[in-house]
């Protein structure tokens, strides 16, 4: 009985080894048909993500391509637009300014034409007046009137002041603020302004003066009246024509006669420097025309500076034109060096995807590990796991 136990029990062992080989092989088979389809699930699945890749790396090149060639169609297009445009601008400005500046020359020319006829003719009126005063009429006789002598005066200042300046650099019988009517007002540039003239003058005492019927003590009267007169007329012009915020701070007493001229400075100096200290300055026709060609000179220095500032205003606007290109032409340049830099990061993320795709090809599966604990062989050393084939495995299986 005790044998037939021992018997049944070692068959029993022996059916045990027997099924568990059995099984082991079993297992085996298993264990490596699943290592096989794994493998052939990881290999389909890293064709088909090289395939995507590739495809989709095409088409990033060629998109790549396509900016490249419209970035530099529109920087070509764009330099083509501003040198056109600015070609035309610097032709506009070119046009205009000669066009200004032979308009000015011409003008200028005509101007010089003539004031020098003027002077021709002002110096022959001179003399035929000189040698109407020597050889028909007396100069007492012709100014002994004192209404026939101011109309004179501004007759004679008209004729002068006309012939040397153009017509919007005077005006007669003007009416300033005070309600003082100056015979001529001279409307020369700032700071200057404008400068009133004075025609009218006093002659009794001058005549008295000469009067060859006179004894000497009525005639050194004279020469004292005389002078009180011209200062009186000076201190009446300087209160009178001389407003602050209006006219300039000085005027101009005309006299009429070279001859009253030379005997105010000869005789009466004091009478001088008392006008000059209240500015008053005492003129004749000769004198005169001088200063009328100073003021002259200063209004052709006034326009061709005038023109001078139309051509630093037309360089300033092409200036203003030449910032504006350089600032485009800098965010033309920044946006290409974006688009570079762009194209470099996608080409490192393409190369960082083909170093995935070499790392996915180089792993080894271990055969040797149980059949429940199947897994793909460590990547190398200082590289991290791919977790695109962990995420991966279960659609392979």
């Avoid at 000669?98 to 000015?104: H, S, T, V």
């Avoid at 485009?328 to 990061?345: G, K, S, V, W, Y």
């Avoid at 059949?371 to 791919?386: K, Y």
Wanted: aromatic share 4%; net charge negative.
């Amino acid at each position: 009985m005790l044998e037939t136990g021992l018997a049944l029990l070692a068959l029993g062992v022996a059916a045990a080894l027997w099924f568990a080989a059995r099984l082991e092989r079993t297992f085996e088979q298993k264990h490596r048909q699943m290592l096989a389809d794994l493998h052939a699930g990881l290999r389909e699945q890293a064709e088909r993500t090289g395939a995507r890749l590739a495809e989709e790396l095409d088409r990033t090149r060629e998109a790549l391509g396509r900016l490249q060639a419209a970035l530099g169609a529109n920087l070509a297009e764009a330099a083509d637009r501003v040198q056109a445009r600015l070609d035309t601008r610097l032709a506009e400005l070119a046009s205009g300014v000669g066009e200004r500046l032979d308009d000015g020359f011409r003008r200028t020319n005509e101007t010089f034409v003539n004031v020098m006829q003027r002077l021709s003719t002002i110096d022959e009126a001179q003399k035929r007046i000189e040698t109407l005063a020597d050889s028909v009429v007396a100069l007492e006789e012709l100014l002994g009137d004192k209404r026939a002598r101011g109309a004179f005066g501004e007759v004679q200042l008209e004729a002068i002041v006309r012939n040397a300046l153009p017509p919007s650099a005077w005006a007669m019988q003007v009416t300033l603020s005070n309600g003082a009517r100056a015979d001529c007002v001279l409307k020369l540039p700032e700071p200057t302004g404008a400068v009133c003239v004075d025609a009218k003058f006093p002659l009794e005492n001058y005549h008295r003066m000469y009067d060859p019927a006179a004894d000497e003590a009525v005639r050194a009267q004279a020469a004292r009246q005389f002078r009180a007169d011209v200062k009186k007329h000076v201190e009446d012009i300087a209160r009178k024509y001389i407003v602050p915020g209006e006219t300039a701070d000085g005027a101009v007493m005309f006299v009429p006669a070279e001859a009253v001229f030379a005997e105010i400075h000869a005789s009466a100096p004091e009478v001088v420097e008392y006008a000059q200290g209240r500015r008053v300055w005492i003129v004749s026709p000769t004198t005169l025309m001088a200063v009328l060609n100073t003021a002259r000179a200063v209004l052709r220095d006034v326009e061709t500076r005038r023109q001078v500032h139309v051509i630093r205003e037309a360089i300033r606007r092409l200036a203003v034109e030449f910032q504006r290109f350089d600032e485009r032409l800098r965010a033309l340049a920044t946006h290409i060096r974006q688009a570079h830099e762009d194209a470099q990061r996608i080409q490192s993320t393409g190369e960082r995807i083909g170093q995935q795709f070499e790392r996915i090809e180089a792993v080894e599966l271990d055969e040797n590990r149980p059949s429940g604990g199947a897994a793909l062989a460590q990547p190398p050393e200082g590289r991290p796991a791919d977790e695109s084939q962990v995420s991966e495995t279960p659609r392979g299986l």
